[in-house]
C-alpha cells in the first residue's frame, strides 16, 4: 500500500507539471488584456509601465521560467493583475473556504437523501413511489441552475421571507445556496443508485440471502447498500474535489464571495496568474480526489483489490 | 389398435421427419434477435414509451415549429413586446416582441443537436478509452488515468474562449469544446465498471476459450457496463444543453442572433417576476426533452441489463 | 394560470429541500435564525446609525493612486481625504470646501498653491497628516514605478510631474514642495483654472508615508493594509462580498460624521440588489436596470435622483478597412437607425440618445453646450435633413470607394463590447434596423469588453463600440480631444486621415490650450459638425446616473462626479 500511494504521488506530481505548464501557454494564448480589464480608460504611456511592472512584455518562456520558479520554491502561485497587490494564494485561501463549506454541505445531503430516495425506488420498482420519485428527479435535473436560483430568491426569500436574500456570514446565509446546490445532485445519485441497486438485487448472493431468511432491513444494509453504493462512492470524491471550484452561478446570485464568482471573473479579466493559480488549485483537488477514487475501490467492493493491480 | 399388437417394425413403418421436431423442441418461443429483444421489453415499460413519444413529439415540434407558426425566430417587432400567449403568438412575444413560439422551435434545434453531437462524442471516446484502461490495467491503465487528469484539469472556461477564438463562434466549435473535457467522466465510468467485472467468471471463461481483449471488451464486458452508460449518457445530454446555458448565460454560447434553450432561459430569467411565461416555455421545453431522455433511458437500462433478463 | 401553477408545484419541491438543508446544516443554524432577520440591523439600536450600500462590481484596490475603476473610487473615497473636498451647495452646484488643508493662497501669477493643513488633521492611527505625508503622496502618484492610471489628469499642469512621471527627472523635482510641517505648496507649469478640481481626485489624495512604506507593495489590497485621514477607517474588506467602514476617530471634522457604521456590499446580479432594495436592506445603490427600475421606485423607500453623466458612447470605424474608407458610407449608417427608437427599444430607456457628443450637462464657460450651440446643437438631426436617404448615401459612397452598387456585398463584422443580455439583445435591434434599411449585412461578434478593447488597439476590428466618461469637468473638449490624431480613439486605432482629420486634430489641441469661453465656443461650433459628418465615430448614447436613497436618510449627495465620503449623512428611524 505504501509503495501504490508513493508511485501515485509522483504520477500526481508529473501530472501536475504538465497540467501547470500546458495551462500556463493556453492562458497566454487567450486573448484580452488584464491591463485593459482594470483600467478602461489609460494613455498608453502608462498602460506601457503597467506591461512591464508585470512582466507581460517579457517573452512567454522567460515568463513560464520565472513563474514555475516560484511556483516550486515558493510555492507562490503569483499575483493578480486586476486586484492589486494580493497574491493568487490569499484570493485562493479566503474563496475556498467559502465555496467548500457550501458545496460539503450540499454534498452530505445530497448522498444521504439520494442514495435513499435511490434504494426505496428500488426496492419499489415499477410501483406508484418509484414512479413518482422519477418524475419528481427528472423535473430537478431540469431546471437550469439560474433558473432555479431565480425562484429560489424570488419565492422562499423575498415573498415569504424565510431566508435572506442574499449575503454571507451568518448560518441563515447557507440555506438557498445549500439548496440550490444539493438538488441537481440529489437527482443524480438517486438516479445511479436505482439503476444500481437494480443491478445488486439481480444477483445470486442477494437471492442466497432472501432464501437463507435475511431479514428486509440487513438484506437493504449489509447486502445492497454495500455492493450497490459502488458507482456513488467512486463519484462522491470527485464531487468533493469539484466543490472548491464553487458554483459562479449561485454565488453570483446570493452574493456570496466564492471560487466560481473570481474564476469566471478572473477569466474575463483575463488575469493570467489568478487564473492560473485556480487552474493549478483545480487540478491538485482533482488530482486528489481521484486517488481516493480508486482507494476507496478498494475498499468498498471486496471484489477489486487495488494492491494487486498496482504489482 | 392394429398397430399397438403389431410388435416387429419394418423399416417402411418409419418415416424421415428430419431435425423439425427437435427444434421446436428447443425453441418454445419464435426465434428474436437480442435488438427485438430490448425492443420487445422497453415497450412494456409504459412510461419509456411515453418518453419516446415525448421525444419524437418535441422533434417534429423543432422541425417543424417554425414552418407551422410561419414567423421569422429573430423579427423584432416592438409595439408586439411582452404579449401573454394567444392565438397568434402561442407562447406569447418577448420584450422585443420576437414570437417565442418559434424561438423555442428554433433553439430546440441547436440544443438538441449540441446535447446529443456531444454525448456521442465522449460516449465513443470516453468508453472506448476507459474500457482499454479498466480491462489492460497496469501501464496502459495508469498512463491512460493521468491523461485523464490532465485533460480533465484543463481550465475549461479558458479554453472555450481560446477555441471560440481560433475557429470563430460557430457550433462545431462549441461542440468541440464542450466533448474536449466531457469524456473523462464516461472514461472513468466505465473503467471503474470494466475493473469490477473483468474479474467475475465469465471472463475467465472467454479469456480460458481464448478470446482476444478486443472481443471481451466489447462482447463481454461492454454490454455488462451498458446500465450505467445508458445512464450516464441520459444525464449528459441534459448537463451538456445546460453546459451550454451556462456558457450562454456568461456570454460565451451561441452566437447572436442563433439562440439555444439555454439562451433564451438565461435572457428570459431576467422577466421572470414581470412575464413568467417567457421563461416557462423554454424550460418547459428542456424538462419534457430531458424527461423524454431518462424515461428511455430507464427503460433502456432495464432491456439491455443481461442480469435483468428474464 | 399555468405557469403558476408549474411555479408552484417546484417550489414545494424546493421548499422541501430547503426544509432538509436547514437541518442538514447542523444546530447552529436553529439556534441563530432568531438573531438575524437580514434587515441590516438598523431598528435594532437606537443610537447607531448604520448605513448599508451596494455596489454593483467588485472592489480590486484601495490604494488611492491606483483606483480607477468607479466602484474602487467609491469604496475608498470615505477613507482618504484630499487637500480640498468637493461638494454640492443648495443650487446643485459642485463647490470647493476646505479637506486636509485649512486654506489655501494663490500666487498673483497663478503658479504657486500654498495649502495650509488642518491642525487637527489625523490618520485613522491617531498620527497626524503632515506636509511630509502630501509631498509623499504627491510623489508616489507621479513614480513611473508605479504607474497610476490616473494622475495623467494633473500631469501637464504639476511643475514637471510629466518628466517624473515619464522617468525624466528625480521625484524631488516635482513641483509639490513641504515648506513646514502643516504647509505645501504646489507649483503649477502653467496657469490653470481646473487645478483645484484636479486636486480633489483620489489619486491625489493623502496617504501616510509611514504606513505605506510599512506595507510596502501589499498597501491598498486588504483591510489592515488601507489607512488615511478621511471620516471613516475599513475594519473589514472581503473580495466579492464587501467591506465594513466605522468612523474615524480622529478625523478633524467627526462632528459632521453621524453614520457609525457603513457597509458597502457587492451584489453583482440585479435581481438580487433589487429584491433587497425592496426590502428595505439597502439604504443607498446606484441601479439602473430596465426590467426592476419601476418595480423598485413603486415601493416609494427611495428618493430617486437621475443625473446626466459626462459620459458618451459611439460607434467607431475602422477606417482603414476599405468598405468605411468612403465618408458617405460610415455617415449612412450613422443615420440609418432612429436613437430614440434604439434607447427606448432596446435600452428600456435608461440610457439618453446622443444625436452629438456633448451630453446634456455639457458646459461652456457658464453657460450650458446646448444653450449656445446654436446650430451645432444635435447636428446629427441637421444632417438627417441634410441626406434624408440614408440607402442613397450608402450607395453613392460605395460607388466613389470602388465597392459597387450592391448593398448586401457589404458585410459587417460587428465587435460588442461585452457579453451581457443588454448587449444582446442591443446587437440584434442593430442588426435587424440596420438590414433593413440600408440592405447591408451585419454580423454580430459576441466579444468580452477586455478582448474588444484589445481588437481594437490592434486593429482588428470593422465596426466596433466605444465608450468615454469624464469626471473632471464638464467642458465639450474633454470628450472632443479623444478622436485627435495623437489621441486615445486616434489615427493608431481608428484610421481617420485627409485633410479634415488634420484640421479636426488642430481644433482639438487649440481646445486644450486655453481657457476663453468665447474662443472655446467658436473652437466647439468648428470640431463638432466636422467630426459628426466625416463619422469616423458616431454617438449612439449618453449614460445617466440613477442613484436611490432611502427617504430616511439625509444629507447624502448624488452627483455623477462627487465620490461619496458620508460626511453630514444622518439616518433617522423610519
Known amino acids: 500500500m505504501g509503495k501504490y500511494i508513493l508511485k501515485r504521488f509522483i504520477y500526481a506530481v508529473i501530472a501536475l507539471a504538465i497540467i501547470a505548464s500546458v495551462s500556463f501557454f493556453l492562458i497566454c494564448m487567450k486573448p484580452g488584456d488584464p491591463i485593459v480589464a482594470k483600467v478602461q480608460q489609460l494613455p498608453d504611456s502608462s498602460r506601457q509601465v503597467l506591461i512591464a511592472k508585470y512582466g507581460l512584455d517579457q517573452p ?64 419499489n420498482r415499477e410501483k406508484l413511489g418509484d414512479q413518482i420519485i422519477r418524475v419528481l428527479v427528472v423535473l430537478a435535473i431540469c431546471i437550469p441552475t439560474f433558473v432555479f436560483c431565480a425562484l429560489l430568491q424570488y419565492f422562499v426569500a423575498f415573498k415569504w421571507k424565510l431566508a435572506p436574500i442574499m449575503g454571507w456570514g451568518q448560518p441563515i446565509h447557507y440555506v438557498l445556496p445549500v439548496a440550490a446546490y444539493s438538488i441537481p445532485g440529489i437527482a443524480t445519485y438517486s438516479k445511479y443508485m436505482r439503476t444500481s441497486t437494480v443491478g445488486v438485487m439481480g444477483e445470486d448472493y442477494i437471492q442466497t440471502a432472501i432464501a437463507k431468511g435475511c431479514s428486509q432491513r440487513r438484506l437493504v444494509f449489509r447486502h445492497i447498500l454495500r455492493n450497490a453504493i459502488l458507482p456513488i462512492v467512486t463519484m462522491v470524491p470527485v464531487a468533493v474535489g469539484n466543490v472548491f471550484g464553487g458554483s459562479m452561478v449561485i454565488e453570483r446570485f446570493f452574493s456570496i464571495p466564492g471560487m466560481g464568482q473570481h474564476y469566471v471573473k478572473a477569466v474575463s479579466d483575463s488575469d493570467p496568474y489568478l487564473i492560473l493559480g485556480m487552474a493549478i488549485f483545480f487540478a491538485l483537488m482533482y488530482i486528489i480526489s481521484l486517488f481516493f477514487v480508486d482507494i476507496l475501490y478498494g475498499l468498498v467492493d471486496p471484489r477489486i483489490r487495488i494492491t494487486k493491480n498496482a504489482r | 389398435m392394429e398397430a399397438n399388437s403389431k410388435l416387429i417394425f419394418e423399416s417402411d413403418d418409419f418415416e424421415v421427419v428430419g431435425t423439425k421436431g ?140 481560446i477555441l471560440s477564438f481560433v475557429l470563430g463562434r460557430s457550433m462545431f466549435a462549441l461542440v468541440f469544446a464542450m466533448t474536449i473535457t466531457a469524456w473523462t467522466g464516461t472514461a472513468r465510468m466505465v473503467r471503474g465498471q470494466v475493473m469490477q467485472l473483468k474479474q467475475q467468471d465469465f471472463v475467465a471463461a472467454a479469456t480460458a476459450l481464448g478470446a482476444s481483449p478486443a472481443r471481451i471488451i466489447v462482447k463481454h464486458l461492454l454490454p455488462n457496463t451498458l446500465g450505467i452508460i445508458i445512464v450516464n449518457l441520459t444525464l449528459s445530454i441534459p448537463s451538456f444543453i445546460f453546459s451550454e446555458s451556462f456558457l450562454s448565460y456568461i456570454g460565451l454560447g451561441v452566437q447572436p442572433p442563433e439562440t439555444s434553450w439555454g439562451a433564451l432561459a438565461s435572457l428570459y430569467q431576467t422577466r421572470l417576476m414581470f412575464d413568467p411565461y417567457q421563461l416557462f416555455f423554454p424550460c418547459l421545453m428542456i424538462v419534457l426533452t430531458v424527461l423524454s431522455f431518462h424515461l428511455i433511458g430507464d427503460g433502456l437500462t432495464d432491456a439491455l441489463d443481461p442480469k435483468l433478463r428474464k | 394560470m399555468k405557469a403558476k401553477k408549474w411555479l408552484s408545484a417546484l417550489l414545494a419541491a424546493a421548499m422541501c429541500v430547503t426544509l432538509l438543508a436547514g437541518c442538514g446544516g447542523g444546530g447552529d443554524t436553529k439556534k441563530e435564525e432568531g438573531g438575524d432577520s437580514g434587515d441590516g440591523g438598523s431598528s435594532a439600536s437606537s443610537g447607531a446609525q ?20 468607479l466602484t474602487d473610487q467609491r469604496a475608498s473615497a470615505p477613507v482618504y481625504e484630499a487637500l480640498m473636498r468637493r461638494e454640492m451647495d443648495e443650487n446643485g452646484e459642485l463647490i470647493l470646501v476646505p479637506g486636509a488643508a485649512e486654506s489655501y493662497e494663490v500666487s498673483d501669477d497663478e503658479l504657486v498653491y500654498t495649502f495650509h493643513l488642518q491642525p487637527e488633521g489625523k490618520f485613522s492611527n491617531g498620527d497626524p497628516v503632515t506636509a511630509e505625508d502630501v509631498v509623499y503622496s504627491f510623489q508616489r502618484a507621479f513614480d513611473p514605478n508605479l504607474a497610476s492610471p490616473q494622475s495623467w489628469q494633473l500631469e501637464d499642469m504639476i511643475l514637471n510631474a510629466r518628466d517624473c512621471f515619464e522617468g525624466n527627472k528625480e521625484l524631488s523635482e516635482l513641483g509639490v514642495k513641504a515648506i513646514d510641517d502643516m504647509t505645501v505648496e504646489i507649483t503649477l507649469a502653467t496657469p490653470n483654472p481646473n487645478f483645484l478640481t484636479v486636486s480633489t481626485f483620489p489619486f491625489a489624495r493623502i496617504v501616510s508615508k509611514k504606513f505605506v512604506e510599512e506595507c510596502g507593495d501589499k498597501f491598498g489590497s486588504s483591510a489592515d493594509m488601507v489607512m488615511g485621514s478621511g471620516p471613516f477607517k475599513v475594519v473589514s474588506w472581503e473580495p466579492g462580498f464587501g467591506s465594513v467602514y466605522e468612523p474615524n476617530e480622529y478625523y478633524w471634522d467627526k462632528e459632521n460624521v453621524h453614520i457609525t457604521k457603513l457597509t458597502r456590499k457587492v451584489v453583482t446580479e440585479v435581481s438580487a440588489l433589487a429584491q433587497s432594495m425592496m426590502n428595505k436592506e439597502i439604504d443607498i445603490a446606484l441601479m439602473n436596470d430596465t426590467d426592476w427600475n ?281
Open chain 3, 294 to 574: 419601476d418595480m423598485v421606485d413603486q415601493t416609494g423607500y427611495y428618493d430617486v435622483k437621475e443625473t446626466p453623466e459626462m459620459s458618451t458612447y459611439f460607434f467607431i470605424f475602422n477606417c482603414e478597412n476599405p468598405m468605411f474608407s468612403n465618408w458617405k458610407v460610415r455617415l449612412a449608417i450613422s443615420l440609418a437607425f432612429d436613437r430614440d427608437r434604439y434607447v427606448e427599444e432596446a435600452y428600456g430607456n435608461k440610457y439618453i440618445p446622443a444625436y452629438s457628443f456633448e451630453p446634456q450637462i455639457a458646459t461652456v464657460g457658464d453657460s450650458l453646450w446646448v444653450d449656445v450651440a446654436g446650430d451645432s446643437k444635435d447636428y446629427l438631426k441637421t444632417l438627417a435633413e441634410k441626406y434624408p436617404d440614408p440607402k442613397a448615401l450608402l450607395l453613392e459612397g460605395m460607388q466613389e470607394a470602388g465597392l459597387g452598387d450592391d448593398p448586401s456585398a457589404l458585410e459587417i463584422k460587428y465587435t460588442t463590447l461585452g457579453t451581457t443580455e443588454a448587449v444582446k439583445k442591443a446587437a440584434e435591434w442593430m442588426k435587424q434596423e440596420l438590414e433593413a434599411n440600408l440592405g447591408i449585412k451585419l454580423n454580430i461578434e459576441l466579444t468580452e469588453t477586455n478582448v474588444a478593447y484589445d481588437q481594437i488597439d490592434a486593429s482588428q476590428y470593422e465596426l466596433a463600440f466605444g465608450g468615454w466618461g469624464v469626471d473632471s469637468g464638464t467642458e465639450p473638449w474633454r470628450l472632443l480631444r479623444l478622436f485627435g490624431k495623437e489621441e486615445y480613439y486616434g489615427e493608431a486605432k481608428v484610421h481617420w486621415t485627409g485633410e479634415k482629420a488634420d484640421r479636426y486634430t488642430e481644433l482639438v489641441t487649440e481646445m486644450q490650450q486655453i481657457f476663453d469661453p468665447d474662443r472655446l465656443l467658436e473652437l466647439y461650433k468648428e470640431a463638432e459638425p466636422l467630426v459628426l459628418e466625416e463619422a469616423p465615430v458616431t454617438p449612439v448614447y449618453c449614460s445617466k446616473q440613477r442613484a436611490l436613497v432611502a427617504k430616511n436618510v439625509s444629507g447624502y449627495q448624488a452627483h455623477p462626479f462627487l465620490l461619496p465620503d458620508y460626511i453630514g449623512v444622518e439616518k433617522t428611524a423610519e
Open chain 3, 50 to 69: 448604520e448605513l448599508v450600500a451596494a455596489d454593483t462590481a467588485d472592489v480590486t484596490t484601495m490604494d488611492p493612486i491606483q483606483t480607477s475603476m
Open chain 1, 60 to 123: 512567454m518562456t522567460t515568463r513560464f521560467v520565472e513563474y514555475m520558479k516560484g511556483l516550486i520554491f515558493e510555492g507562490n502561485l503569483g499575483d493578480s493583475i486586476v486586484y492589486e497587490g494580493r497574491t493568487v494564494n490569499m484570493l485562493l485561501k479566503t474563496s475556498a473556504v467559502v465555496s467548500a463549506k457550501i458545496g460539503l454541505i450540499a454534498i452530505a445531503i445530497q448522498v444521504v437523501i439520494g442514495v435513499l430516495l435511490g434504494i426505496i425506488q428500488a426496492l
Open chain 2, 22 to 161: 427437435l427444434d421446436a423442441e428447443k425453441i418454445s418461443k419464435p426465434s428474436i434477435t437480442f435488438w427485438s429483444d430490448v425492443w420487445r421489453r422497453f415497450r412494456a415499460n409504459k412510461l419509456s414509451v411515453v418518453g419516446l413519444i415525448i421525444l419524437v413529439l418535441v422533434v417534429l415540434m423543432v422541425c417543424f415549429g417554425p414552418m407551422i407558426s410561419g414567423k421569422d425566430y429573430q423579427f423584432i417587432d416592438y409595439n408586439m413586446k411582452n404579449i401573454k400567449p394567444n392565438g397568434t403568438y402561442w407562447f406569447g412575444t418577448d420584450e422585443m416582441g420576437r414570437d417565442i413560439f418559434t424561438r423555442v422551435c428554433y433553439g430546440g434545434r441547436i440544443s438538441i443537436i449540441i446535447g446529443i453531437a456531444c454525448t456521442v462524442v465522449s460516449f465513443i471516446i470516453g468508453s472506448a478509452l476507459g474500457g482499454i484502461a479498466g480491462y489492460l490495467g497496469g501501464v496502459v491503465d495508469d498512463f491512460l488515468m493521468r491523461v485523464i487528469e490532465i485533460i480533465g484539469s484543463i481550465p475549461y472556461l479558458v479554453l472555450i474562449v
